[in-house]
């Protein structure tokens, strides 16, 4: 965790449940790191990301479409889908997000979320996350894909080898889990989902300023 | 924010802090609003 001498050492840690394939959690995340940049304690804080799953269901190895799995599973018309499609494009694009729902790959995140923890070991957990939800949203790359998510790894400056024996041997599965349990425990039926210094919390992708707010809290709701 | 599906009311959660034994119950700073999220059912608002 970094420090920040002006603060007399001290550090906020925001922990930050989401799913690589929340449309919001990409935008959160996004708002969140605006947020840091504009907090005159920006080096004090640290992220730490957090799997959460919302389609668990979904298989490894069946890729299906996304507008087709929401109108044909979920039962929405698909104008309407189409239409809350444009509606987040838009506001990621307004983000500088380049969204691209109609080529996203939906498949189960888990191993994803594995590959973001075996990140985490090297201290690049936020690229990684980062690598991934742009895999997901705008290359339409299959985040299930283990040579493509080792290819992403390698990318970030991991081993890609390392990688890849990580996701084979089913390595972190057990830092998702305790990430599920925990987020039930929480009581946290949505993501993204932010704490911040394990004492308050942010629902959502909220702008900038909720953001920053939330860190003056922190800071000084000691 | 950009409205999406159609949802219920949006629920405050009442969740304890990632460490129950150091902190208590997690004090939400947005309210009760919960827009901008993706929930278990599938659904994004």
Not at chain 1, 83 to 106: C, F, K, N, P, Q
Not at chain 2, 15 to 31: H, T
Request: aromatic fraction near 6%.
């Amino acid at each position: 965790m970094a420090g920040d001498v002006s603060g007399g050492g001290r550090a906020i840690t925001v922990d930050v449940w989401s799913d690589i394939m929340c449309p919001f959690c990409y935008m959160g995340d996004t708002l969140l790191a605006q947020a840091i940049e504009r907090f005159p304690h920006a080096s004090a804080v640290s992220v730490r990301h957090h799997s959460y799953q919302l389609m668990p269901e979904l298989s490894r190895d069946r890729p299906v479409d996304l507008i087709d799995l929401l109108v044909e599973q979920r039962g929405y018309p698909r104008d309407r889908v189409e239409s809350m499609h444009a509606g987040i494009t838009e506001r990621a694009e307004s983000l500088g997000l380049d969204y691209r729902l109609d080529r996203a790959v939906t498949v189960n995140s888990r191993d994803a979320h594995r590959l973001s923890y075996f990140a985490a070991t090297g201290g690049l957990q936020n690229e990684m996350v980062h690598r991934l939800f742009r895999a997901y949203f705008t290359d339409g790359l299959n985040i299930a894909d283990h040579s493509a998510l080792a290819d992403m790894a390698a990318e970030i400056g991991l081993d890609r080898d390392e990688a890849l024996e990580a996701l084979k041997s089913g390595r972190h599965d057990d830092d998702v889990e305790a990430d599920l349990r925990q987020a039930r425990e929480l009581g946290i039926s949505g993501v993204p989902f932010f704490v911040l210094d394990g004492k308050y919390a942010v629902s959502g992708a909220q702008d900038a300023d909720v953001f920053l707010k939330a860190l003056d809290t922190a800071w000084g709701g000691d | 924010m950009t409205s999406t599906y159609e949802t219920e009311e949006p629920q405050a959660p009442e969740a304890q802090a990632p460490e129950p034994s150091e902190a208590g119950p997690l004090i939400l700073l947005n309210g009760d609003e919960s827009v901008g999220m993706c929930d278990l059912e599938g659904e994004c608002r």
